[in-house]
């Protein structure tokens, strides 16, 4: 074979190797519909795993194993929530997975620590099972002033950027961090002010948010919370019933619009009728307005308030038993025309 042939042969493998090179680097290696999609690895996952996690999605296993293998992907597996696009090529999704893509993660209007736990494994890699354990940990408790009801008080609703395969121990970290952080001095001043620990507060906050969501009357009524704790009086607080006996039956799906007479008697250290003082934890996520309308309460002899029927969403006040009475029956009479039983 003379020079010029096998220049021309090797050309031809050369342009060969070079089709099949581009065709596995930069073509379209993806087989799904979606225009972007997210894919978890778990912790401690092997190349073996993310293999089978990528096998729905990626049209030519072996074209990205070739490409994984030279840029020493097996060996360099990352756990992590990884964004990949319709289109990519082989070599842009080993990129993809090398960038771990965080978490928006959000919460807000849990009532306990269970639901709390279930709505926070549905966003990143530890279970509630896990979760729950960590949270109630008793050294972490003992170390920070908590106790098992009382710890909910840590977490403050809000969106938080964490990534996906973040560890419940350094999650539990980042809440408390968010906790210190919200208590300013400011804030603490507040509390102290009014003979307040921060738990104290945010319990008081859970039961004014669960009674108002009108921010302009909410230091009203934390006003009305507070003047009956001051003087030792039972806070009565119809949504401590309502938690009651949610607890009771185990179900806090269940919707509670009417509180009745025999309810005021349920058994349980929640239930603010039969016992004075606050109840054992918040019965809810409190929001940043309520917990401030707490610490910003407003100055009046109310001791008392019920809804309104002409304000709907509004409450009327009374400093007197007999003005609330009158409140109160007016209420319970609206509530029989609407046939309102629960």
Request: net charge positive; aromatic share 14%; with cysteine.
């Amino acid at each position: 074979m003379n020079r010029n042939k096998i220049i021309k042969c090797l050309g031809i493998v050369f342009f060969f190797f070079v089709a099949i090179v581009y065709i596995k680097f930069f073509t379209s290696d993806t087989n799904f519909e979606k225009k972007e999609l997210y894919v978890e690895i778990p912790t401690g996952s092997k190349y073996q795993d993310v293999e089978k996690i990528l096998s729905p999605l990626v049209k030519n296993m072996s074209d990205f194993e070739f490409i994984a293998k030279r840029r020493s992907y097996p060996e360099n597996v990352r756990a992590g929530r990884f964004l990949i696009k319709s289109g990519m090529s082989a070599f842009q999704l080993v990129s993809a997975l090398r960038r771990n893509v965080p978490v928006k993660l959000a919460f807000n209007n849990q009532e306990r620590l269970e639901n709390l736990c279930e709505r926070l494994s549905s966003q990143i890699e530890p279970n509630s099972k896990k979760l729950m354990n960590t949270f109630r940990d008793s050294v972490f408790l003992q170390k920070n002033g908590f106790n098992k009801e009382s710890v909910f008080a840590m977490f403050l609703a809000n969106t938080y950027e964490v990534y996906w395969d973040i560890s419940a121990e350094k999650f539990r970290t980042k809440m408390l961090d968010e906790y210190n952080s919200f208590w300013t001095k400011d804030r603490i001043a507040k509390a102290t002010a009014l003979n307040l620990t921060p738990v104290q507060v945010i319990t008081i906050a859970s039961i004014v948010h669960k009674e108002s969501v009108k921010k302009s009357e909410r230091p009203t009524i934390a006003g009305v919370y507070l003047n009956r704790f001051v003087k030792g009086m039972p806070l009565q607080a119809d949504p401590t019933v309502i938690y009651a006996l949610k607890m009771r039956d185990n179900n806090f799906d269940q919707v509670i619009k009417r509180v009745l007479y025999n309810d005021l008697f349920i058994k349980s250290p929640y239930n603010t009728y039969i016992n004075i003082g606050l109840p054992p934890g918040p019965i809810s996520m409190p929001d940043v307005d309520a917990i401030d309308a707490v610490l910003n309460p407003k100055k009046h002899d109310y001791l008392y308030f019920c809804a309104s029927v002409e304000k709907f969403g509004y409450h009327i006040f009374a400093a007197t038993y007999e003005q609330h009475q009158v409140n109160a029956k007016k209420y319970a009479d609206w509530l029989n025309l609407q046939g309102t039983k629960r």
